[in-house]
Nanobody, 121 residues
Framework: QVQLVESGGGWVQPGGSLRLSCAAS????????MGWYRQAPGKERELVAA???????NYADSVKGRFTISRDNAKNTVYLQMNSLKPDDTAVYYC???????????????WGQGTQVTVSS
Protein backbone atom coordinates (compact mmCIF):
# COMPACT_ATOMS: atom_id res chain seq x y z
CA GLN A 1 0.00 0.00 0.00
CA VAL A 2 1.40 3.39 -1.03
CA GLN A 3 0.53 6.60 0.76
CA LEU A 4 1.33 10.24 0.01
CA VAL A 5 1.11 12.52 3.03
CA GLU A 6 1.19 16.29 2.53
CA SER A 7 1.95 19.01 5.03
CA GLY A 8 2.67 22.71 5.14
CA GLY A 9 -0.53 24.36 3.98
CA GLY A 10 -2.24 27.18 5.81
CA TRP A 11 -3.13 30.84 5.67
CA VAL A 12 -0.75 33.56 4.54
CA GLN A 13 -1.04 37.19 3.56
CA PRO A 14 -0.39 38.28 -0.04
CA GLY A 15 3.34 38.44 -0.70
CA GLY A 16 4.07 35.80 1.89
CA SER A 17 5.62 32.35 1.56
CA LEU A 18 4.72 28.76 2.35
CA ARG A 19 6.53 25.47 1.87
CA LEU A 20 4.60 22.30 1.11
CA SER A 21 6.00 18.82 1.67
CA CYS A 22 4.79 15.45 0.46
CA ALA A 23 6.27 12.17 1.65
CA ALA A 24 5.61 8.85 -0.07
CA SER A 25 5.63 5.70 2.03
CA UNK A 26 4.73 2.04 1.81
CA UNK A 27 5.63 -0.45 -0.88
CA UNK A 28 7.89 1.60 -3.16
CA UNK A 29 10.40 0.21 -5.65
CA UNK A 30 10.97 3.44 -7.54
CA UNK A 31 9.38 6.85 -8.14
CA UNK A 32 9.35 8.62 -11.47
CA UNK A 33 7.75 12.06 -11.77
CA MET A 34 6.47 13.82 -8.66
CA GLY A 35 4.35 16.92 -8.82
CA TRP A 36 1.89 19.35 -7.31
CA TYR A 37 -1.57 20.14 -8.59
CA ARG A 38 -4.14 22.57 -7.26
CA GLN A 39 -7.87 22.99 -7.42
CA ALA A 40 -9.66 26.21 -6.59
CA PRO A 41 -13.42 26.32 -5.89
CA GLY A 42 -15.39 25.98 -9.10
CA LYS A 43 -12.29 25.29 -11.18
CA GLU A 44 -10.65 22.19 -12.60
CA ARG A 45 -7.55 20.68 -11.06
CA GLU A 46 -4.43 22.06 -12.72
CA LEU A 47 -0.74 21.20 -12.76
CA VAL A 48 1.38 23.61 -10.74
CA ALA A 49 4.83 22.04 -10.99
CA ALA A 50 6.46 18.68 -11.64
CA UNK A 51 9.93 17.19 -11.29
CA UNK A 52 11.32 14.01 -12.78
CA UNK A 53 13.59 11.56 -10.99
CA UNK A 54 16.47 13.13 -12.88
CA UNK A 55 15.61 16.63 -11.69
CA UNK A 56 13.95 18.11 -14.77
CA UNK A 57 11.33 20.66 -13.72
CA ASN A 58 8.16 21.96 -15.31
CA TYR A 59 6.02 24.88 -14.06
CA ALA A 60 2.67 26.40 -14.87
CA ASP A 61 3.13 29.85 -16.40
CA SER A 62 1.21 31.41 -13.53
CA VAL A 63 3.79 30.33 -10.94
CA LYS A 64 7.07 30.63 -12.86
CA GLY A 65 9.58 32.73 -10.95
CA ARG A 66 7.60 32.44 -7.71
CA PHE A 67 7.39 28.69 -6.96
CA THR A 68 10.22 26.17 -6.81
CA ILE A 69 9.77 22.40 -6.82
CA SER A 70 12.45 20.09 -5.43
CA ARG A 71 12.73 16.52 -4.23
CA ASP A 72 14.79 14.35 -1.93
CA ASN A 73 14.97 10.93 -3.55
CA ALA A 74 16.45 9.33 -0.44
CA LYS A 75 13.38 10.41 1.55
CA ASN A 76 10.83 9.88 -1.25
CA THR A 77 9.73 13.46 -0.62
CA VAL A 78 8.80 16.35 -2.88
CA TYR A 79 8.64 19.99 -1.82
CA LEU A 80 7.02 23.12 -3.18
CA GLN A 81 8.46 26.44 -2.05
CA MET A 82 5.88 29.14 -2.75
CA ASN A 83 6.97 32.77 -2.60
CA SER A 84 5.23 36.04 -3.46
CA LEU A 85 1.89 34.37 -2.95
CA LYS A 86 -1.22 35.94 -4.46
CA PRO A 87 -4.92 35.53 -3.64
CA ASP A 88 -5.26 33.65 -6.97
CA ASP A 89 -2.99 30.95 -5.51
CA THR A 90 -5.71 30.04 -3.02
CA ALA A 91 -6.64 26.39 -3.61
CA VAL A 92 -6.35 22.87 -2.31
CA TYR A 93 -2.92 21.60 -3.30
CA TYR A 94 -2.49 17.92 -4.13
CA CYS A 95 0.69 15.90 -4.34
CA UNK A 96 1.01 13.38 -7.16
CA UNK A 97 3.62 10.71 -7.83
CA UNK A 98 4.18 8.00 -10.40
CA UNK A 99 5.27 5.01 -8.33
CA UNK A 100 6.40 1.52 -9.13
CA UNK A 101 5.53 -0.67 -6.14
CA UNK A 102 7.83 -3.58 -7.06
CA UNK A 103 10.26 -4.46 -9.81
CA UNK A 104 7.71 -6.33 -11.95
CA UNK A 105 4.99 -3.67 -11.86
CA UNK A 106 4.34 -0.59 -13.94
CA UNK A 107 4.15 2.97 -12.73
CA UNK A 108 0.84 4.04 -11.21
CA UNK A 109 -0.29 7.54 -10.23
CA UNK A 110 -0.94 8.15 -6.56
CA TRP A 111 -2.49 11.22 -4.95
CA GLY A 112 -2.22 12.83 -1.56
CA GLN A 113 -5.26 13.91 0.43
CA GLY A 114 -4.76 17.60 -0.33
CA THR A 115 -3.74 20.57 1.78
CA GLN A 116 -5.49 23.93 1.83
CA VAL A 117 -3.55 27.08 0.95
CA THR A 118 -5.34 30.36 1.56
CA VAL A 119 -3.85 33.71 0.56
CA SER A 120 -5.76 36.71 1.84
CA SER A 121 -5.37 39.87 3.83
Amino acid sequence: QVQLVESGGGWVQPGGSLRLSCAASGSIFSINTMGWYRQAPGKERELVAAITSGGNRNYADSVKGRFTISRDNAKNTVYLQMNSLKPDDTAVYYCNAAIRAYSGSGYYAYWGQGTQVTVSS
